[in-house]
């Protein structure tokens, strides 16, 4: 038969307009949330981190919101630029886990046209 | 670099070969992961081993043999591979209870003909 690929949700943005990419997740008991970016060839890079402690938390350009109650984290890019085309992943664990092991998410390719 | 340095980045192998993917991290970290991806489902978490010990292996077939040798080192044995196992092969590593995530590698793309 034939083989289907993972099919990422998409999003597509002009150059210098804000990026908000989203992400539902699993496990309530999930205490430490990660986004991560992958780019072509590459292996997923460490974007930020957010504790459940904190709803907000800010770094350079970007900025993750959590919501613990309805279990939705977000990733906003400020003034997207064409590096920041990638495939972004959020992933969920235990902080305090001896293993630190994470659950990730399919992915949303962010698309940004020049 | 990240810190966590995979070779090799292609690796084509016919069923029948055996060869090993290595992975090396220079951060001091006391966890490293196998992960799988590819283009049919998210990261597939493969092996963990914490403190040198495997602490998990998430039902991965016995044709995937990883050993870890230090704490720095990480290796996954290939022999008799299918073409489904065709797929992006991740090395991370970990410094548990400290935040920052997984520092991960560049991979290996192993394509099995």
């Known amino acids: 038969g034939e083989s289907v690929g993972l099919h990422l949700p998409t999003l597509s943005v002009q150059e210098g307009d804000n990026s908000i990419i989203n992400c539902a997740y699993s496990n309530s008991a999930s205490d430490y949330f990660i986004w991560y970016k992958q780019e072509s060839g590459k292996g997923p890079q460490f974007i930020i981190d957010i504790r459940s402690n904190m709803d907000k938390r800010q770094g350079q350009r970007v900025t993750v919101l959590l919501n613990k109650t309805v279990k939705h984290l977000s990733l906003q890019i400020a003034a997207t630029q064409p590096g920041d085309s990638a495939v972004y992943f959020c992933a969920e664990g235990d902080y305090g886990g001896s293993q630190g092991n994470l659950i990730f998410g399919k992915g949303t390719k962010l698309s940004v046209k020049p | 670099e990240t810190g966590v340095t995979q070779t090799p980045r292609h690796l084509v192998m016919g069923m029948t070969n055996k060869k090993s993917l290595k992975c090396e991290q220079h951060?001091?970290?006391?966890?490293m992961y196998w992960y799988k991806q590819s283009a049919k489902k998210p990261l597939e978490l493969m092996f963990v081993y914490s403190l040198e010990e495997r602490v998990e292996n998430n039902s991965v077939p016995s044709r995937f043999s990883p050993e870890c040798p230090n704490s720095s080192h990480l290796f996954l044995h290939l022999h008799t591979l299918q073409p489904e196992d065709s797929a992006l092969y991740l090395c991370a590593s970990y410094q548990t209870g400290t935040g920052g995530g997984y520092t991960f590698g560049s991979g290996t793309r192993l394509t099995v003909v």
């Open positions: 951060l001091g970290h006391n966890a």
